[in-house]
């Protein structure tokens, strides 16, 4: 059985950090591609970042909205896939959910994620 667990959510001040773990098990975590996606309050659930494989290796993606102060990364040897999230603002604030899918399919496509985690609630607010 796949379980996909978060943590690391919380509560920062505008221009802290923090970084969400997402945690696999029950399956071949290496062979994966990694999302990471976000709900605010009223809002539709969208992409934050992706890692996925690609024949010449792996590449990550960022929504404008993070790029340059959000960083994804993955440490197979411990099934672990990270966000590290710096300079945050209150926009930033909402419930990150971690997503693995197959190689098939868009990244960016919610649908093609075959197992999510629970969320972890991300509050920028002073």
């Known amino acids: 059985q796949v379980r996909v667990v978060e943590s690391g959510g919380g509560t920062v001040l505008p221009g802290g950090s923090l970084r969400l773990s997402c945690a696999a098990s029950?399956?071949?975590?290496?062979?994966?591609?990694m999302g990471w996606f976000r709900q605010a309050p009223g809002k539709d659930r969208e992409f934050v970042s992706a890692?996925?494989?690609?024949?010449?290796?792996?590449?990550?993606d960022y929504a404008d909205s993070v790029k340059g102060r959000f960083t994804i990364s993955k440490d197979n040897a411990k099934d672990t896939v990270y966000l590290q999230m710096n300079s945050l603002k209150p926009e930033d604030t909402a419930v990150y959910f971690c997503?693995?899918?197959?190689?098939?399919?868009?990244?960016?496509?919610?649908?093609?994620?075959?197992?999510w985690g629970q969320g972890a609630q991300v509050t920028v607010s002073s």
């Open positions: 029950g399956l071949i975590f290496s062979a994966y591609d």
């Open positions: 997503a693995i899918k197959s190689l098939i399919g868009s990244y960016y496509d919610q649908k093609a994620y075959d197992y």
């Open positions: 890692l996925s494989w690609t024949w010449s290796g792996s590449s990550v």
